[in-house]
C-alpha cells in the first residue's frame, strides 16, 4: 500500500492527532477573533463564528492546546475598519501570537496594515486580501485572480464566450472586473469577448438601466460580483429584465438562509465559484481531502448546523493556526507560528492540499477551487464541476 508523505498524513489527521475524551485542564488558551457580528457583514461574521464554535468542541475532544483548553474569544468589528483598528490595536497591545478576522475585504485590508510587518500572525477569512509575500497575513481560501479564471475557463468550455459583466463599485467589485479583465486576456480565452460591462453602487435599490443595455447586448452568460444584498438588486434585475441565460456570483453569497431570500427570482442557471468543502464532491477521490472533509461534515452534522461557504472558510485557517499551536505549545510566539505556516506544504484540509512556500499567502489556488450550481427547488449547492472550473 502506497504511504503518504508525512507532512500530508499528519495533516489528514490532525483531528485525530490526540485520543478522543483526551482531558483538558487548567486556564483556557484564547485566540482573538475580530469579525463582524452586526452591520452588513453580518451575515458572513455569525456564519464564521458558529463554524469557530464548531472547531472549538472538536478541538477540545481532542486534547485542546496540549491539554489546555481552547476558547476563541469573539470582538464584534461592526463591519467598521475604524472599529476594525481599534480592536486590532488592542489585541497587539497584549503581545498575543494569533488574531483570526476579519471577514470582509476593507475591514482585513486596515487589520493587515497593522499585522503583516511584526504580528501577530493574522488569518483573514476574506479571499480578496492580497497580503504582502512573507508578511505576518495570510488570507483563507483561493484570490479573486483565480477565481476569476476559473469563472472564465467554466464559460469557455461550455461555449459561452460572449460575455456580460456587472460588478458593484465598493473594494471587491472592483478588485475582481480587474481579475476579470485579466482572466479574459490569458492566451486559453482568446475567442472570448466582453459584450457588456456595467457598474452600481451596493446602495442602489435597482439596477434595471444596466440590466437593459446587458440584453440588448445578447451576451451569452453573465457575470456578477458583489456580496450581500447587493446581489439581490442583481437578481431582481435580472428577472425583471426576462433574462435567462447563466449567471455567476459571489461565493461570499453561498449562505442558506440569504439564498433563500430570492427563492422567488433566483435564475435557473446560477452558479458560483468557490473552494472545495461546502458540498459533497462525488469527483473527489478518497485520500487525505476527503478524510479532512469528513470530519467537517460530521462535526457540523453533530452541531445540527448545515456548513456553507462562510463555515467552510473559517475551518481550514483555524486548523491551521491550531496545528501549529499544537507544535509549539501555548507559549507559542508570533514568530514561530509565522515561520510555521510560510514552511507548510503537503497540508490536506477540506478545500484541498495546501502549499505556501509560493508565498501567497493563502496556500491554495485554482486546483481547489470548483463550480457550484444553486438548485432552487432542493434549497442546495450542488457541484457543477471538476477542479479549476473544469467539466466532468
Known amino acids: 500500500m502506497r504511504r503518504l508523505p508525512a507532512s500530508l498524513l499528519g495533516a489528514a489527521l490532525l483531528a485525530c492527532a490526540l485520543p478522543a475524551g483526551a482531558a483538558v485542564s487548567g486556564a483556557p488558551y484564547e485566540i482573538s477573533v475580530i469579525l463582524p457580528s452586526t ?70 485590508t486596515a487589520m493587515a496594515a497593522l499585522t ?28 479573486s485572480r ?17 460575455i456580460a459583466l456587472i460588478t458593484s463599485t465598493d ?4 478588485d475582481f472586473e480587474k481579475q476579470f479583465d485579466l482572466a479574459l486576456a490569458l492566451p486559453e480565452n482568446r475567442a472570448m469577448s466582453l459584450v457588456a460591462r456595467e457598474h452600481f453602487n451596493p446602495t442602489d435599490l435597482s439596477v434595471g438601466a444596466q440590466m437593459a443595455r446587458i440584453k440588448s447586448a445578447a451576451p451569452q452568460a453573465l457575470v456578477t460580483f458583489t456580496t450581500g444584498t447587493p446581489l439581490g438588486t442583481v437578481l431582481h434585475g435580472y428577472h425583471d429584465a426576462g433574462l435567462d441565460i447563466p449567471i455567476s456570483a459571489s461565493s461570499g453569497n453561498m449562505i442558506y438562509d440569504q439564498m433563500a431570500q430570492y427563492a422567488g427570482f433566483a435564475p435557473a442557471k446560477l452558479y458560483f465559484n468557490a473552494t472545495r468543502g461546502i458540498a459533497p464532491d462525488a469527483n473527489l477521490r478518497p485520500g487525505p481531502i476527503m478524510d479532512a472533509q469528513n470530519v467537517f461534515f460530521r462535526a ?5 448546523i448545515r456548513p ?29 507560528i509565522h515561520s510555521y505556516i510560510e514552511g507548510l506544504h503537503s497540508w490536506a484540509g477540506i478545500d ?17 477551487l470548483v463550480v457550484y450550481h444553486w438548485d432552487v427547488p432542493t434549497n442546495s449547492f450542488t457541484v457543477a464541476s471538476r477542479a479549476a472550473g473544469n467539466l466532468k
Open 308 to 336: 456553507d461557504f462562510a463555515t467552510s472558510l473559517a475551518w481550514d485557517p483555524a486548523m491551521i493556526l491550531v496545528a501549529g499551536l499544537r507544535k509549539f505549545g501555548p507559549n507559542a510566539t508570533a514568530e514561530q
Open 300 to 304: 457540523f452534522k453533530a452541531a445540527n
Open 116 to 143: 503583516e510587518k511584526s504580528g501577530p500572525v493574522q488569518y483573514c477569512l476574506s479571499p480578496i486580501l492580497q497580503a504582502a509575500p512573507g508578511s505576518f497575513a495570510f488570507s483563507a481560501s483561493a484570490g
Open 171 to 174: 473594494a471587491s467589485g472592483s
Open 352 to 368: 484541498g492540499i495546501y502549499d505556501f512556500r509560493d508565498q501567497s499567502q493563502r496556500g491554495i489556488g485554482q486546483n481547489a
Open 39 to 108: 452591520g452588513p457583514g453580518a451575515f458572513l461574521g455569525t456564519h464564521e463564528i458558529a463554524a469557530l464554535g464548531v472547531l472549538e468542541k472538536l478541538t477540545n475532544e481532542q486534547g485542546g492546546i496540549n491539554g489546555q483548553p481552547l476558547k476563541f474569544i469573539y470582538q464584534d468589528d461592526q463591519t467598521s475598519p475604524v472599529v476594525t483598528v481599534q480592536l486590532t490595536q488592542a489585541v497587539i497591545a497584549k503581545h498575543v501570537p494569533v488574531v483570526i478576522g476579519s471577514a470582509l475585504a476593507a475591514t482585513c
Open 146 to 162: 483565480d477565481i476569476a479564471a476559473v469563472a472564465a475557463r467554466f464559460y469557455r468550455l461550455h461555449g459561452w464566450t460572449h
